[in-house]
Every structure is written in C-alpha cells, then in structure tokens.
C-alpha cells in the first residue's frame, strides 16, 4: 500500500505545477516543482501509488533526505553534500596549534563528580593565577552614527536592539582604533549572515578599495550578502573552517596586498584562538617572509606626486596607516570560554608560566560558564527557548550567551554546596579572565599592542568583552594589567 497523504485543511490547494504533498508540521503545502504529469515531487512521491513500486532510500551522504535506491550512484555525484575539491587557501589544520599527545589528558570526571577537596584545589590554583590581573576591565562602550536609523527604528523588537547596540560599539570602537578607512580587506570571522560586514560597509560610505572576506564554515541562511552593490567594496563568502584557512592564499589577498583588519562578533570559544593563529601567524608571517611591497611604495606607483601629498596631510582623517603592516589590528568580542579547547589554545606557553596545564586549563574553561550561571534558567525553560529558536528560523540571535546550558554536568544544584551563586559568579569571571590573558600575553609576543574592555552593558549581552590589538608601531590601545 501507498503511504498516506496527510489530509489538509478544507481550503487551500497546492500552488499550479508544485507538489501536492501537505506538509502537516509546516500547515501547508510542499512547494517543490513536480515533473510534467506528476503530482508529487521525487521527496514525496511514495505518496502517490502510481510511484509506489519504486523504492526511497536516506541518502547516504546526508540522512535529511532520500533517494531512489536505482538512481543511487547518478545522485551521489551530483548530491550537495557530496565532497568538494578544497580551494588552495585550504590547508589541513594549519592554523591548529601543535599537538602535543602527552599534554592531552586522559578521560576527565565532571566538575560536579568531584570531592570538595578537589575543587578548593581547583579554586585556590586559579585565585592564585590570577594575583595582579586587574579583574574589572574599562568600559569602552560606543556607538557610530552609522546605526543611528537603525537603533530608533520603532519596529525593533528587544532582540534586534541589542545586537544593534553591541554592532554599533563594535563599529565604535573599530573607529576609535582608526582601523575604519580606505585601502584595506576587512576579514570577518564567524561572519553568520555577515551582518558586522554589512555595518562597517555602510559607515565606510564611499570609501575607496575597500574589500570583505566573511569566513563560515556552515551554510547560513538570510545573509545579507547581496545588500551591497557599490562599485568600492568587493564581498567574498568563504565556507570554510578557520582551522584550516590560509589566508595568504586567498587571490584577492594575494594580489591585491591590502592590510588585513580581523572582526568579529561573538566568535565562539575556540574559534577566538584558530582566528588569532590565523591572523598574525600564518598570514603574518608569510607576508613578512615574501617581503611584501609596502603600501605607500603602491600608493606612489599609481599616483602623482601631489596626490600623495594629500594623502599625507589627510592621513589622520582618512585613516591611512603610516606603515604597511599585513594585520592593521584586531577587534573581536569574545564568547563562550567553556568551548575553549587545550590544543588549539594560543596562551599555552602562559598557563605553563604559571605552573598550569591540560587538565587545569580544561577545568577553568569548564568553569568559566559559571560567569552567566546567575541568569540560568531551568531545564525546562531551556528546553523552551531552545525549542522556540528552532522554530523561528528567521531569528536574528547569533549570540551565545545562554548561561551555558550546553554544559549538563556543571548544573549550579549539582555542586558540593560551597559556594554561593555570586561566588561562582566571580570564580567564572576569572577562568574568562586568565584564559583571555593568554591571548593579551600571545598577541604580545607576535609584535601588536592588545587590550580587553567591556564593549556593551551586560545587560545587553553578558559577552560584554571585546579583544582589540594593534601592531606596536601603530596608535597602541591601553592595554590591560
């Protein structure tokens, strides 16, 4: 027998040339175009018992669709989730850290499966670690004319506001750092639908050569990608892991020898650390080793004498740096310490400083999601929202600060009763703040000026840090204790 059909509504039918099949979770029907003569699409045509002698099988390469099991090998060579040829700016884990298999710890109990003993432990390591860093960070909250229209649009639901508020400081603070001008690739790393790219394109107004690399390694939806068509920036989508980007392979980068400015906006965890490798390791260092030209030589190549003059009298108001450097700065808002990962880690080198390693580093990021355990909701209300997001696939929410509820083993009532949730509060803020100082400590070897600051209230967002970093012969940030 055929499978049934689900029974729409009285009224209502199904689009002219579109799949008659109705959809009872979507609440109507399938809109895929069907073959001449058909009433079905190749989806759902085991409805019909006119297709009923053929057999559907799950995909092989990706189980959220089927196939006809007779048209199997035809379907996986031309199937989207087959495996592509990878583009030369992909390299296999470059930008992935050495991996020391000794430092690797073994099989880890929960933080809530150990002994009061072992915490206190835990606990007195990281207060000790953390003597003489200055634990309240400066408040370099902004804003930018740019987001103004949009920021008192009275349409603007609670949601929208809040990312325009921390887009707005983000862009703020890109200006204040001088890094917002002409003749430079603005790289956005977990650029989602690219809205952070989308800001800068618009406060940057008529700007000249001024070019965008969003970075993702999923498929997005709703991208705002081709909202821009002016004739000075360029927009180019990579869909790729930063682990494995090499960005002085990129042709645009390659040929066009602009410095490279790295944004971001709530980049998650481990991705911080793949994206600072990424900049001023791998792409830094192969610019430097093929002695690239420096940009004012460029400059005098393609105009008159007079024309650089100006340049030089209007450089503080056009932004244009007084010596080629291939990172011109970084500014990234920081998220999600407890999806850190040992290997990957920039700031090995200062945890060892400090008598710490795998194991207390994989601890502290664990607890660092006690920072938002305040705003914990329970599993219920989690399961609901988490619930609500899937539905709503246009949902603008591309942060994560979610109180951790990725974290089941570190429930705040599955603790020995120690602490209270201030206390844990204060203890997740200083695993945040250790593991970052790894990173200012990094950043500062490679040669560059780095700073961390709130950027937004945590009432906004409670990822309210930003990572800025400028190389030492560029206007340096205050840089952190």
């Known amino acids: ?122 606990i007195k390591k990281l207060r000790k670690a953390s003597e003489g860093l200055n634990s309240t960070l400066k408040d370099h909250i902004m804003s930018h004319p740019a987001l103004q229209d949009a920021l008192n649009d009275p349409k603007n639901g609670d949601s929208a506001t809040k990312h325009l508020k921390q887009q707005a400081s983000i862009l703020g603070n890109i200006e204040k750092l001088k890094l917002l001008g002409p003749r430079r690739c603005f790289v956005e790393f977990g650029a989602g639908k690219g809205k952070l790219s989308h800001w800068v394109d618009i406060a940057l107004k008529d700007a000249e050569k001024v070019h965008f690399i969003l970075v993702e390694k999923v498929t997005t939806r709703f991208k705002v990608d081709g909202k821009h068509r002016k004739k000075n920036s360029v927009f180019e989508r990579l869909q790729i892991d930063i682990q494995h980007l090499c960005l002085s392979k990129i042709p645009l980068l390659r040929e066009r020898k602009l410095p490279v400015v790295g944004i971001g906006k709530h980049l998650c965890g481990v991705a911080t650390d793949l994206a600072l490798r990424c900049l001023v390791e791998t792409y830094a260092a192969s610019c430097e080793e093929r002695n690239e030209e420096p940009l004012a030589k460029r400059i005098k190549n393609d105009k008159t004498e007079k024309e650089i003059n100006t340049l030089a009298k209007e450089g ?86 979610d109180g951790g509820y990725g974290i089941t083993d570190d429930s705040t009532n599955s603790l020995p009763g120690l602490l209270t949730i201030e206390e844990k509060k204060k203890i997740g803020h200083l695993c945040k703040l250790l593991i970052d100082q790894g990173r200012i400590q990094y950043l500062q070897q490679k040669g560059f000026s780095p700073a961390l600051q709130y950027y937004t209230d945590p009432q906004v967002s409670l990822e309210n840090v930003l990572l800025t970093a400028l190389p030492n012969h560029s206007s340096s940030p205050e840089t952190t204790a």
Request: glycine share 6%; charged share 30%; aromatic share 8%.
């Open 1 to 122: 027998m055929a499978a049934s059909v689900p029974m729409p509504p009285a009224t209502g039918f199904p689009a002219e040339g579109r799949c008659s099949y109705y959809v009872e979770k979507k609440k109507r029907f399938c809109r895929m175009v069907v073959a001449a003569g058909k009433r079905f699409c190749g989806e759902h045509a085991g409805a019909a018992e006119e297709e009923d002698t053929r057999k559907r099988i799950l995909c092989p390469l990706d189980p959220k669709h089927t196939v006809y099991e007779d048209q199997l090998a035809k379907h996986l060579k031309k199937c989207n989730s087959r495996e592509k040829p990878k583009p030369d700016f992909f390299i296999q884990d470059i930008n992935a850290g050495l991996k020391d298999e000794t430092e690797i710890p073994e099989q880890l109990v929960p933080i809530s499966s150990l002994s009061e003993e072992q915490l206190e432990k835990l």
């Open 316 to 401: 503080n108001e056009k932004n244009v740096p007084e010596k080629w450097t291939p990172v011109a700065g970084i500014v990234i808002a920081l998220c999600c310490h407890h999806r850190c990962d040992w290997r990957h880690y920039v700031g090995k080198e200062y945890f060892r400083a400090l008598g710490l390693g795998a194991v207390e580093f994989h601890y502290f990021q664990r607890m660092s999601s006690w920072a938002t355990c305040g705003m914990r909701k329970t599993s219920l209300e989690a399961s609901n929202i988490t619930s609500k997001r899937k539905d709503n696939q246009n949902d603008d929410s591309e942060e994560h600060d």
